[in-house]
C-alpha cells in the first residue's frame, strides 16, 4: 500500500482517492455532522474500513465516519515523525540520586504516528528530554526491567522486581521510581508491600491514565510528582503516586495495601479505601496526612521476602454460583482461595459442600467483601457463622486483591494452615486496620441538592 495512503482500506481508501487527499494531509473534512480541520493520520492493518481519522488542533484525535463526509480538501501537508528529544541528564551535587525501575509502562512516551507504535522514554537523556523539570529534583539512572502490559505483570515480574528494589537499596539510593501501567499497580504495589518490608527509602509506583501526546496528560506532573516524593519524602514505604482531582493541583501518596484503581479514565483514578492517604504532594512541596507512617532511615537495612505460590485465585461470588466452580478449583491444585462475598462476607448455601470438600483437601479459604470499604463481620448471621464453621477465615477490612497477593505470598513460604493463617491475619503495612476513620469512607452522590451546592463551591 502506498505511503499516500497508508493503513486505509476498502471503502476509507476509496474515499481518500475520491478527493484526492493524503495520509498526512492538513484537511476540511466537511460531513454530514458538521466540519472537521485536522492531519489525516495512517491506520493499523486491523483497524476498520469506516473511518479516517484526524489529528485535530487541539491535540485530540476524532474518527469521520466514510458515510458522513461531503467533502475533503486538502490544506496543507506535515508529515509526522515523531523523535523523542535526547539530552544528557545533568548531575548535581546535592541532589536526591534516584532510581527508575521500568517495567512496560508508558509513563514519559509519545506515539509514532508514522508507524503506529508507542515509544517510550526510558533512558535519562529521553526522560530529561521530555520532562527537564525532572533535573529540578534529583540526578537520575534508569533501568528497564522488562516491557509489559500492565495486565502481564505477575508474580514472576513481582519478584525480580523485588530484587532489583533491594539490590538497589544496599547500593545506597535514596529513592526509588517504578514507572507501572495503572490497570494493575494496585497488585504490584501490594506484593512490593510484602515483598520488600520496612525499606530504608521511599518506594514510589507511578504511571499515566492518558499518553504523553495527549493534551490532557498526567504522565509528566505524575512523574515529577513521583520523583520528589522518592529523593525528599520521609514515609520510607511502597507507595502509589497518582492524581489527586482530576484537575493538576496536586498529587496523592497512598500506601500500596490500600489504594485501589476506581475508574477507567480519571485521572484521579486512584483512592486509598478504608483509611486516608499518606500524602498531597505538588511541585512545592509534601504534605503529610497521616503520623503513623515508617520513616526514612540512613542505614541499608531491608527484610526481603520475594516469595510467591502462583496457584491462588480471587474468586467473586455472584448469586446463583454454582459448587463446581470451588471443585474445579481444588481438581486444577489451587492451593488458596480468596472470596470476594456478600455483605458482611456471605456465599450462598448450595456452594457450601463443595467449601467443605476444598478445606479437607488442604485448600485455605480466606474471605473478603465485594464493598471494599468496611469489614468482614462472619458472626452477624448464620450464613456467616456456618461458613466459618467449615473453615472458612474472615480477613477484616482487607482489600480482595491484597487478600489475594498476600495470600499467594504466604503460600510461597509454607503450605501449613496454620502457619498461613498467622501471616495473613497479622497485619502488615495497615492492610488490616482496627478501625476505619470517619472520612475514610466518603461516596458522593451526585444530583441531591447539598452535594450539588457542595460542588459548586468546590473545584472538581
Request: proline fraction near 6%.
Amino acid at each position: 500500500m502506498s505511503d499516500m495512503f497508508k493503513g486505509y482500506k476498502g471503502r476509507a481508501l476509496e474515499t481518500l482517492k475520491r478527493f484526492n487527499v493524503r495520509v498526512w494531509s492538513d484537511t476540511l473534512t466537511k460531513t454530514s455532522r458538521g466540519d472537521f480541520q485536522g492531519v489525516i493520520l495512517p491506520r493499523a492493518e486491523n483497524d476498520d474500513d469506516k473511518h479516517i481519522v484526524l489529528k485535530l488542533a487541539t491535540g485530540y484525535n476524532v474518527g469521520v465516519a466514510v458515510d458522513t463526509i461531503l467533502d475533503m480538501k486538502e490544506l496543507g501537508y506535515k508529515e509526522a515523525h515523531y523523535k523523542i528529544p535526547e539530552k544528557e541528564f545533568p548531575i548535581s551535587a546535592g541532589k536526591p540520586f534516584i532510581k527508575l525501575l521500568g517495567t512496560g509502562g508508558t509513563i514519559a512516551s509519545r506515539l509514532d504516528y508514522r508507524t503506529g507504535a508507542v515509544i517510550p522514554a526510558f533512558s535519562p537523556g529521553e526522560l530529561y528530554g521530555a520532562v527537564p523539570e525532572l533535573a529540578d529534583l534529583c540526578n537520575l539512572t534508569t533501568d528497564k526491567l522488562f516491557a509489559v502490559f500492565s495486565e502481564n505483570m505477575g508474580p514472576q515480574q513481582y519478584k525480580k522486581l523485588a530484587v532489583a528494589i533491594g539490590k538497589e537499596i544496599k547500593k545506597g539510593i535514596d529513592g526509588i521510581v517504578i514507572g507501572h501501567g495503572t490497570d494493575t499497580m494496585h497488585h504490584t504495589a501490594a506484593a512490593l508491600s510484602y515483598m520488600v518490608q520496612n525499606p530504608p527509602v521511599p518506594i514510589v509506583l507511578v504511571g499515566s491514565q492518558r499518553s504523553s501526546d495527549r493534551p490532557s496528560s498526567d504522565a509528566a506532573l505524575n512523574l515529577m510528582h513521583a520523583v520528589k516524593a522518592a529523593g525528599e519524602s520521609d514515609i520510607a514505604e511502597v507507595m502509589v503516586c497518582m492524581f489527586g482531582p482530576t484537575s493538576d493541583e496536586y498529587g496523592l501518596l497512598h500506601r500500596g495495601t490500600r489504594v485501589r484503581k476506581m475508574h477507567s479514565s480519571y485521572r484521579s483514578t486512584f483512592r486509598t479505601i478504608g483509611d486516608i492517604p499518606l500524602a498531597m504532594i505538588d511541585r512545592k512541596k509534601i504534605t503529610p496526612l497521616q503520623e503513623n507512617y515508617n520513616r526514612r532511615r540512613q542505614d541499608r537495612e531491608v527484610t526481603m521476602q520475594p516469595y510467591f505460590e502462583e496457584k491462588v485465585t480471587l474468586l467473586y461470588y455472584y448469586p446463583n454460583m454454582q459448587p463446581d466452580i470451588i471443585d474445579s478449583l481444588v481438581d486444577c491444585g489451587y492451593k488458596g482461595i480468596v472470596i470476594a462475598g456478600t455483605g458482611l462476607g456471605h456465599v450462598n448455601k448450595p456452594v457450601y459442600p463443595a467449601v467443605e470438600r476444598a478445606v479437607k483437601k488442604g485448600v485455605v479459604i480466606y474471605m473478603t467483601v465485594q464493598t471494599l470499604w468496611g469489614y468482614v463481620h462472619m458472626y452477624v448471621y448464620d450464613t456467616g457463622r456456618d461458613l466459618m464453621a467449615k473453615g472458612i477465615i474472615p480477613t477484616e477490612n482487607m482489600l480482595p486483591e491484597v487478600a489475594y497477593v498476600k495470600l499467594g505470598w504466604a503460600l510461597g513460604q509454607t503450605d501449613d494452615p496454620d502457619e498461613v493463617r498467622k501471616i495473613m491475619l497479622t497485619p502488615i503495612c495497615s492492610d488490616i486496620t482496627p478501625r476505619e476513620p470517619y472520612n475514610g469512607y466518603l461516596i458522593y452522590q451526585g444530583g441531591i441538592p447539598e452535594v450539588e451546592e457542595f460542588i459548586r463551591k468546590t473545584r472538581k
